[in-house]
């Protein structure tokens, strides 16, 4: 059971354009949320978060939206720069009494930036 | 400061061996997860260590296994190896805390025959 779904598993975008990447979760108890990107033949690198107790948070030129009633949040890349092709997962965390947790991360999509 | 580091980077085995893959996590962070990541499954959670004791796991088989030393450094294992066993296995250190961001190492890129 797929607890974290990015349902694109790829999406071509033109430079400098909006590119905005979807993720959907299940779990309601969810409450931080990520974002990783990454290259081939490398680990993921963290882009940015989100907790459950805001619905937008915004670095740079990349901003995460979380919808809490849909379980949606997105990522959008505003101008997408041909740099930003790679594997982009979404990751969901839920805090329990005891104070651990483990992250849940989406399939991935694979962005591709054109120029 | 040094990221974190993986070793073997690449390794091929073959079915009914078993496979030890090692991760050096950040200097100072005491939380280390592993992840196996497929074409189409994503990054599947294995388990986490922190402060030598597995504080999660993940739904995977008996077969995998990991420990943590006193420095941090984490081990995992996998007995018995079968052909669906092959995958890219990474490993992430964090602080570990919730919300703390977690660093990932390049990945031990593992191939059963």
């Known amino acids: 059971d797929q607890q974290v779904k990015q349902n694109s598993p790829s999406l071509s975008v033109q430079e400098g354009r909006i590119s905005i990447l979807n993720c959907d979760y299940t779990n309601s108890m969810f409450d931080y949320f990520l974002w990783y990107k990454k290259y081939p033949a490398e680990g993921p690198t963290f882009l940015i978060s989100?907790?459950?107790?805001?619905d937008k948070n915004e670095d740079g030129r990349f901003t995460v939206f979380l919808n809490k009633s849909a379980k949606h949040l997105s990522l959008h890349i505003v101008p997408s720069q041909p740099g930003d092709s790679a594997v982009y997962f979404c990751a969901a965390s839920a805090g329990s009494p005891t104070g651990t947790y483990k992250y849940i991360f989406g399939t991935g999509t694979r962005l591709k930036v054109l120029a | 400061k040094a990221g974190v580091t993986q070793t073997p980077r690449y390794l091929i085995k073959t079915r009914g061996q078993q496979v030890t893959l090692s991760c050096s996590p950040i200097?100072?962070?005491?939380?280390v997860s592993w992840y196996q990541q497929t074409p189409g499954q994503g990054l599947q959670f294995l388990f986490e260590?922190?402060?030598?004791?597995?504080?999660n796991k993940g739904n995977f088989p008996g077969r995998f296994s990991g420990r943590q030393f006193s420095n941090s450094r984490s081990e995992m294992n996998v007995s018995t190896l079968e052909l669906g066993d092959s995958a890219l296995y990474l490993c992430?250190?964090?602080?570990?805390?919730?919300?703390?961001?977690?660093?990932f190492g390049p990945g031990t890129r593992l191939t059963v025959t």
């Open positions: 200097s100072g962070h005491r939380s």
């Open positions: 992430a250190s964090s602080l570990g805390d919730l919300g703390d961001e977690q660093y």
């Open positions: 989100i907790s459950s107790i805001k």
């Open positions: 260590y922190f402060s030598e004791t597995q504080r």
